[in-house]
């Protein structure tokens, strides 16, 4: 497993955290998989990413698999994510010119949010929308009351929606 989250280019935090294996090996198996030293740096961690138009149709259309798996198969939290991520990739991969080395929504961000659904205290939830029925990513603070309302960016999508480059 640690190898096919290699090859899906699994940020090397994400596999310390999931397996009891040194760094030192991690390292040497990243580069024996992909030719490479894994990327250095902090994780991408912001929810506000989330909630952002294009990255929340992609990690929505993520958690669609995952839901699906996670309520229909016996498959392991891990195998879970790299199922529906595979899934997740195959589908967009069929839509626009995906480059799958350099993916928009990496596997560890799907990793990241997965994590912040399941916190004590979550900082993204599913929220259904109330156009479509489709779940989709938000914030899991409803302080402002929006979930009861909620409207995807799908059913009321931006002017400029697609046309900025988002951040990665
Ligand atoms: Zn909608």
């Given at each position: ?5 290699i ?34 740096g ?5 929810e ?72 004590n ?27 009861k ?15 900025t480059?988002?951040?990665?």
């Amino acid at each position: 497993m640690a190898i096919r989250l290699i090859q899906l280019r699994a940020r090397l935090q994400v596999l310390e955290e999931e397996f009891n294996l040194s760094r030192e090996i991690l390292i040497q198996l990243y580069k024996e998989v992909l030719g490479e030293s894994p990327p250095k740096g902090m994780l991408p961690f912001s929810e506000d990413w989330y909630s952002t138009w294009q990255p929340n149709i992609h990690s929505s259309l993520f958690m669609g698999y995952y839901q699906i798996f996670s309520k229909y198969t016996e498959l392991s939290p891990l195998e879970l994510l790299i199922k529906s991520y595979e899934m997740y990739l195959e589908e967009v991969s069929r839509h626009c010119n995906y480059d799958k080395n350099h993916p928009f929504f990496s596997i560890t961000r799907a990793w990241m949010m997965l994590k912040m659904m399941k916190y004590n205290h979550p900082m993204l939830r599913m929220t259904r929308c109330n156009e479509c029925q489709g779940n989709f990513v938000t914030r899991a603070d409803d302080s402002l009351g929006f979930h009861k309302n909620f409207v995807c960016g799908l059913c009321n999508m931006p002017a400029r929606a697609g046309k900025t480059k988002v951040q990665q």
